[in-house]
Nanobody
């Protein structure tokens, strides 16, 4: 059974940092692209970053480029999202996901950035 468990969210002041983790099980982690999404209240879920399984290449949404860094540890079956220079508009529930015959999501972790 594919499982994704996010952690590391919390309340932080604007300009602060958080590091999210997504620990996975039930599939060959190093064979799959991993992604991070977020959903703010009243808004649609948006993709913010993903990381390749083959060469570690990454991509970012314009809204987080230069502030967020995605990484992965294949030995730990875990993907990370380092978030720096946080802004109030980054407030959202953050989810990791993977496509293994279908899309799987974690339960999400709340990030709240106060002004």
């Amino acid at each position: 059974e594919v499982q994704l468990v996010e952690s590391g969210g919390g309340l932080v002041q604007a300009g602060g940092s958080l590091r999210l983790s997504c620990t996975t099980s039930g599939f060959a982690f190093d064979d799959h692209i991993m992604g991070w999404f977020r959903q703010a209240p009243g808004k649609e879920r948006e993709g913010i970053s993903c990381i390749s399984n083959s060469d570690g290449s990454t991509s970012y949404a314009d809204s987080v480029k230069g502030r967020f860094t995605i990484s992965r540890d294949n030995a730990k079956n875990t993907v990370y999202l380092q978030m720096n220079s946080l802004k109030p508009e980054d407030t959202a529930v953050y989810y990791c996901n993977v496509f293994v015959y279908r899309v799987y999501w974690g339960q999400g972790t709340q990030v709240t950035v106060s002004s």
